[in-house]
């Protein structure tokens, strides 16, 4: 009955997804996927009870289901261990993941995170944004969208650096980097200075390493922060934005799923 039970919540929940990201969105209809299991699961039961089929099916189809929602279960401790208890303040760049840039639709992640860097840079004002997304499904480019909106809501356009290569997280943040190194070395070019005195030679100084935020919804820190520190990333820490809290739980699946995929490609 239990699992009856389930597979009922999820096919509502499902629908409930699937209205507010959209029929287009593929990843919504794992709900209604998660609806047959446990239905299917109520299923074994059933038939094991008529002895139809043997104990041990049973047993190791709840093992591997078990299984499942353990590896869930601790993927979703993760990903909340990693959100920062507070932003690091005087940060050199500030690095804000692209996304779908639906800004117009309630509970947007892409204006959750716009939000979130207006706000930091109301505070530290000396921060360079970096907005990283390239052309999206709908045709449209991630970080020039995002660009726009914050410019609109008075964000320096001087502030802004904007790449727009990128289609995924690790693009994201491999393309930034190359972005703040190349902007990195174009200041340093323009502000050196030499030192002539008859007192022996100046010891040079090491460059101070640039201290970056990656900027992004809280589901998605623990991804991002580990293909940062992948890709080569010292001084990084995580800036977290909220996200819609009725989608929360989907969006933890998809994060599960999309943790292990990176994981299997060595991407983190």
């Known amino acids: ?31 209604y996927g998660f609806a047959f299991v446990f239905f299917a699961l109520g299923k074994l039961i059933k038939f094991y009870l008529n002895k139809r089929i043997p104990l041990w099916s049973v047993v190791s189809v709840y093992t591997l289901a078990t299984l499942g929602v353990l590896i869930f279960v601790i993927t979703s401790i993760a990903i909340s261990l ?30 959750y995170r716009l939000d979130k860097a207006i706000e930091y840079i109301d505070n530290n004002p ?9 052309i999206g499904r709908d045709g449209k480019t991630e970080s020039v969208v995002m660009a726009d909106y914050l410019i609109q809501k008075g964000i320096d356009r001087n502030n ?40 022996g030679p100046v010891l040079e100084v090491e460059d101070k390493p640039q201290t970056i935020g990656i900027l992004t919804n809280d589901f998605h820190i623990f991804r991002s922060m580990q293909i940062a520190k992948k890709n080569g990333y010292t001084q990084v820490f995580p800036i977290s934005a909220r996200s819609n809290k009725v989608l929360y739980l ?15 490609f060595e991407y983190i």
């Open 82 to 111: 990693s959100l920062p208890n507070n932003d690091e303040p005087g940060l050199d760049f500030l690095i804000v993941l692209g996304t779908k840039p639906d800004l117009e639709k309630k509970g947007s992640e892409c204006k």
């Open 126 to 134: 000396d921060t360079i944004i970096v907005i990283s997304g390239g």
């Open 250 to 264: 989907h969006m933890l699946v998809r994060e599960t799923f999309a943790i292990f995929k990176y994981k299997f």
């Open 160 to 199: 802004i650096l904007v790449e727009t290569q990128s289609h995924n997280t690790r693009e994201n943040l491999i393309y930034s980097k190359a972005l703040i190194d190349k902007y990195s070395a174009d200041i340093k070019r323009s502000t050196d200075i030499t030192i002539i005195n008859d007192m």
């Open 1 to 31: 009955m239990f699992a009856f039970i389930l597979a009922v919540l999820c096919g509502i929940y499902g629908t409930i997804v699937i209205s507010m990201t959209g029929f287009v969105e593929l990843q919504s209809y794992i709900w």
